[in-house]
């Protein structure tokens, strides 16, 4: 997708977690996990290369291939640690640039809830993001196509177009583009901080989001 200045603002959103209902084997062994979590980094289209920026110094600290797509899951803790670091700098530098992220503890979820899960993610984006998206004139979306089901592609993004135009008034133009985060970094970016968030509850690893000035704009549902 292409990024010009002045294009209003781009929202990069990733998952982490599943969302399977399997609580009795442990997670990581054929259980599911217990928490899902959105994330969504919230950029000016003119500060999008920012973010690409830190991917790029990710995998050259890391001495990674830049021609393999590296996850959260992949990073060693040098590398993470030294991810959530340069995440908290931009949001120094830049005060136009948000964190957002958006945390269900699985095992409180209604049973007549589970049976369609694309429901209960695009209600969850639309939780973190409606907010920030109304104050926009133009928002451009991009979900990674992989969390995202080829059936539903179009069901989200008019359940947040309607959201924003019936139910807050708002006149926010929202384009839509899931696309592979192996050809966004943007994406990439967004995949390792909700690896960060989630490592927070699944795990109990708090060092990460108590990076200094690593501010998330954290909400928590069925807690």
Sequence with gaps: FLRTRNAGLYIFADESGDLGWQ????????????????FAACVPGEKCHLVDRIVRDMYKASRWDTKKERKWTDACEPSRRHFAQRAALLLAKHHDVSYHAIVA????VMAHLRGDPNKLYNYMLKLMLVDEMKVHD?????????????????????????????????RTVLHTTSTDSRQCLGLQFADFMAGATAAHFEHGKDQYLATPGLEVKLRKLYF
Excluded: C, M
């Design 105 to 108: 503890y699985k095992p409180n």
């Design 23 to 38: 609580f009795e084997p442990p997670y990581g062994r054929r259980g599911s996990s217990r928490y899902f979590t959105i």
């Design 138 to 170: 133009r928002v451009h979306f991009i979900p990674d196509n992989r969390s995202v089901k080829v059936e539903s592609g179009n069901s989200l993004h008019d359940y947040l177009q309607t959201a924003l135009w019936y139910e807050f008034g708002a």
